[in-house]
């Protein structure tokens, strides 16, 4: 099974280029979904998360997202506290997804990882793609898409890789810069020179 590890900063395509490769027929798991299971009402995470920054960060079972991304990402200590939290049950999840994806003959699986390099999984994958694109493009994408403000967008920005540090961790770089139709093709290109057909 050829494993693929895919990443890029916030908002710079990688749900796209995600999306592209399942339609190429490539097993797909999205990180960010498993973060969000990780968390999920009853789960030991949310309780670790409730005891680590206090328990009004949990309403009606659910984590208040918006709240604890206010915390985290205006503090290094706190995002590295929350890390060592939700990580390794999305460790675990991705590796429980390659299980079963081989167990099922699967020939071709894309973990999109926003963290990758982060985390120091680069060297985990058979290839390592990254999608780049431009600060302000990506800002004004989280300001337009996700309705953050720009100083909220900048501060995710702040805890992430650069393009710099994720174009030297991998063996690919795809432009997001362009429209979702170029970066797709880009992943058309790719999928034909290192997929075996
Ligand atoms: C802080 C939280 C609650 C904010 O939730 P929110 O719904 O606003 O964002 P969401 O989870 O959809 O993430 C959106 C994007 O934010 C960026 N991001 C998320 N977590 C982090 C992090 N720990 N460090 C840097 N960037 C991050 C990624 O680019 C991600 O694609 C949430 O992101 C979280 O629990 N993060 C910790 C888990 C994690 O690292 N997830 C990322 C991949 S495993
Ligand atoms: N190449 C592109 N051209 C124009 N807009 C794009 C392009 N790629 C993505 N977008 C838009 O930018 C936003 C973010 O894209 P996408 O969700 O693919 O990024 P992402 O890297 O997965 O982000 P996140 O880290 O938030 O998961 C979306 O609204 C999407 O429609």
Same mark, same amino acid.
């Given at each position: 099974m050829l494993r693929i590890g895919l990443t890029g900063g916030i908002a710079s395509g990688k749900s796209t280029a995600l999306a592209r490769f399942a339609e190429l027929g490539a097993r797909v798991v999205d990180h960010d979904q498993l973060s969000r299971r990780a968390v999920a009402p009853g789960s030991a995470a949310l309780a670790d998360i409730a005891r680590e920054f206090g328990p &009004?960060?949990?309403?009606k079972d659910e984590l208040d997202r918006g709240a604890l991304a206010q915390i985290v990402f205006a503090d290094d200590h706190a995002l590295a506290r929350l890390n060592s939290i939700v990580h390794p049950y999305v460790m675990a999840m991705g590796q429980a997804a390659d299980r079963q994806a081989r167990a099922e003959g699967v020939r071709v699986i894309v973990h999109d990882i926003p963290l990758l390099v982060e985390t120091g999984?680069?060297?985990?994958?058979?290839l390592v793609v990254t999608v780049a694109a431009e600060l302000d493009t990506r800002v004004r994408r989280m300001i337009e898409? &996700?309705?953050?403000?720009e100083d909220d967008a900048r501060a995710r920005i702040r805890a992430q890789a650069t393009d710099e540090q994720r174009a030297a961790a991998a063996d690919v770089v795809l432009d997001g810069n362009a429209t979702p139709e170029h970066l797709a093709r880009q992943v058309d290109d790719f999928w034909h020179v290192h997929v075996p057909s």
């Amino acid at each position: 099974m050829l494993r693929i590890g895919l990443t890029g900063g916030i908002a710079s395509g990688k749900s796209t280029a995600l999306a592209r490769f399942a339609e190429l027929g490539a097993r797909v798991v999205d990180h960010d979904q498993l973060s969000r299971r990780a968390v999920a009402p009853g789960s030991a995470a949310l309780a670790d998360i409730a005891r680590e920054f206090g328990p &009004r960060l949990i309403v009606k079972d659910e984590l208040d997202r918006g709240a604890l991304a206010q915390i985290v990402f205006a503090d290094d200590h706190a995002l590295a506290r929350l890390n060592s939290i939700v990580h390794p049950y999305v460790m675990a999840m991705g590796q429980a997804a390659d299980r079963q994806a081989r167990a099922e003959g699967v020939r071709v699986i894309v973990h999109d990882i926003p963290l990758l390099v982060e985390t120091g999984q680069d060297g985990e994958f058979d290839l390592v793609v990254t999608v780049a694109a431009e600060l302000d493009t990506r800002v004004r994408r989280m300001i337009e898409s &996700r309705g953050m403000t720009e100083d909220d967008a900048r501060a995710r920005i702040r805890a992430q890789a650069t393009d710099e540090q994720r174009a030297a961790a991998a063996d690919v770089v795809l432009d997001g810069n362009a429209t979702p139709e170029h970066l797709a093709r880009q992943v058309d290109d790719f999928w034909h020179v290192h997929v075996p057909s």
